[in-house]
């Protein structure tokens, strides 16, 4: 197995229609990743994902941006966790969660899936919840508004004047948890 190689997957639904909603957020921090590296966004010949092999923090990576719909990540990540002989430890996937406020951040290892479709689709096709996460807050939804609905809507205008620099935030946060590890990561990260 590569032991040096980083699977970080961007959680989000297909096509321009979904691009700016909540529940994008994981693709647009690994798009942030992939500014970083000049990176071109390249469609996998045998994953539903685009894909951009690069570096980060000193280690090969692989920024993954799945194709499927959230509820269906789990077969391309699976796919290309087997493609690039990438143990599910060094997975790492950013996503968005409803439980934390507006760009707070978690970063953990393991752990539930909270009712999170993209995390309960990974954890079935990959055969475990030992990975890492990056949780991006997108805080609840207003009144009776369903969680459903509000994660498939775009962020309020007051958050998106923020969201520029909260993905920097998020993408720098993956970047220290490659190169640091998890421990000091969360120390610097988690709000």
Known sequence: MAD???LVVGLGNPGPSYAKTRHNVGQMVVDE???RVGGGWKQHKQAKAEVIETRLSGYRTILVKPRSFMNESGGP??????FFKVEPVRLV??????DIDFAALRLK?????????????????????????????????PGRQ???DFVLNEFS????????FELDRTADAIESLLADGLEVSQGKYNS
């Not at 996937?93 to 409803?98: I, M, N």
């Not at 205008?157 to 520029?164: A, G, I, V």
């Open 4 to 6: 040096d190689v980083w």
């Open 33 to 35: 990743l992939a500014g």
């Open 77 to 82: 990540v699976s796919g290309l966790l087997k």
């Open 93 to 98: 996937a950013v996503h968005d969660e409803l």
């Open 109 to 141: 290892f393991g752990g539930g899936d909270n009712g999170h479709n993209g995390l309960k689709s990974i954890r079935k096709s990959v055969g475990t919840g030992d990975y890492h996460r990056v949780r991006f807050g997108v805080g609840r939804p």
């Open 146 to 148: 369903s969680p459903a």
């Open 157 to 164: 205008s007051t958050e998106r004047k923020d969201l520029p």
